[in-house]
């Protein structure tokens, strides 16, 4: 599903709407509601508006539990990190448990951490393939999303769920959930906006597959459902819009 958007303001609005509906059907359902956030500047606005009484109020937030969908190596305190962002625009502003919360960082190595992250995945979903409620990814300009990024051994994973792996040209260690984990996810929605993002828009959603060069084609849900909101820019090169 596509839904285009005359601004982030509006497109943000429709990604808090989203959250909280899943949120409320989840814990209502199952007793709990799980959920991947992203990092990057595409979800801050939405953070944002969760923080705020309007949305706040409206999530279960006590039967909550929060993850990442991948992460920069860097320590908690540094501002490159995502789960840095989602602490100071949302985490730090609403009733949850700190024992909800799952950051991407470990004192471990980035492998190890992995490891250890897999375990409390698995663990949290009762030894079960990891199946979240929801997961919220944004899209670069090259098409990747989470950590995985075109020509990257990690996007031929097939049995992992979370991998770490060092990427050459950021010169740094990422951390990600992987391709299998993110299908199994009942909703996922994708927040993409700008006119930078138009091209890898169009290949992902209209041209041909090809998820070496193009990773988030690999996102397709097993049984669940993708909403792709994006802005007139970002949309510019569709054939089909919404």
Same mark, same amino acid.
């Given at each position: 599903?596509?839904?285009?958007?005359?601004?982030?303001?509006?497109?943000?609005?429709?990604?808090?709407?989203?959250?909280?509906?899943?949120?409320?059907?989840?814990?209502?359902?199952?007793?709990?509601? &799980?959920?991947? @956030?992203?990092?990057?500047?595409?979800?801050? +606005?939405? $953070?944002? *508006?969760?923080? !705020?009484?309007? =949305? %706040?109020?409206?999530?279960?937030?006590?039967?909550?539990?929060?993850?990442?969908?991948?992460?920069?190596?860097?320590?908690?305190?540094?501002?490159?990190?995502?789960?840095?962002?989602?602490?100071?625009?949302?985490?730090?502003?609403?009733?949850?448990?700190?024992?909800?919360?799952?950051?991407?960082?470990?004192?471990?190595?980035?492998?190890?951490?992995?490891?250890?992250?897999?375990?409390?995945?698995?663990?949290?979903?009762?030894?079960?393939?990891?199946?979240?409620?929801?997961?919220?990814?944004?899209?670069?300009?090259?098409?990747?999303?989470?950590?995985?990024?075109?020509? &990257?051994?990690? @996007?031929?994973?097939?049995?992992?769920?979370? +991998?770490? $792996?060092? *990427?050459?040209? !950021?010169?740094? =260690? %990422?951390?990600?959930?992987?391709?299998?984990?993110?299908?199994?996810?009942?909703?996922?929605?994708?927040?993409?906006?700008?006119?930078?993002?138009?091209?890898?828009?169009?290949?992902?959603?209209?041209?041909?597959?090809?998820?070496?060069?193009?990773?988030?084609?690999?996102?397709?849900?097993?049984?669940?459902?993708?909403?792709?909101?994006?802005?007139?820019?970002?949309?510019?090169?569709?054939?089909?819009?919404?």
């Amino acid at each position: 599903m596509i839904k285009v958007f005359n601004s982030t303001a509006q497109l943000s609005r429709a990604a808090a709407e989203i959250f909280v509906q899943t949120a409320q059907e989840a814990v209502q359902e199952n007793g709990r509601f &799980t959920v991947a @956030l992203t990092g990057g500047s595409s979800p801050e +606005q939405l $953070y944002k *508006l969760l923080a !705020q009484p309007l =949305y %706040r109020d409206m999530v279960p937030w006590e039967h909550t539990f929060i993850f990442w969908g991948d992460e920069r190596w860097v320590k908690l305190t540094d501002d490159r990190s995502n789960a840095k962002m989602a602490f100071e625009t949302l985490l730090h502003h609403v009733p949850i448990s700190k024992s909800h919360i799952f950051p991407m960082w470990g004192e471990e190595s980035p492998e190890d951490f992995a490891l250890i992250y897999e375990k409390r995945l698995l663990n949290h979903f009762g030894g079960a393939t990891p199946q979240f409620d929801l997961i919220l990814l944004g899209m670069g300009d090259d098409g990747h999303t989470a950590s995985l990024f075109p020509g &990257t051994s990690v @996007l031929q994973e097939t049995e992992r769920c979370v +991998q770490a $792996y060092y *990427l050459e040209p !950021q010169s740094m =260690y %990422r951390i990600t959930l992987t391709a299998p984990c993110l299908t199994q996810a009942k909703k996922i929605v994708f927040m993409t906006y700008g006119e930078k993002k138009a091209k890898a828009l169009y290949e992902v959603l209209e041209g041909e597959q090809n998820p070496t060069q193009y990773p988030s084609q690999l996102v397709q849900p097993v049984h669940g459902e993708t909403i792709w909101l994006v802005d007139e820019a970002a949309a510019s090169k569709l054939s089909q819009k919404g």
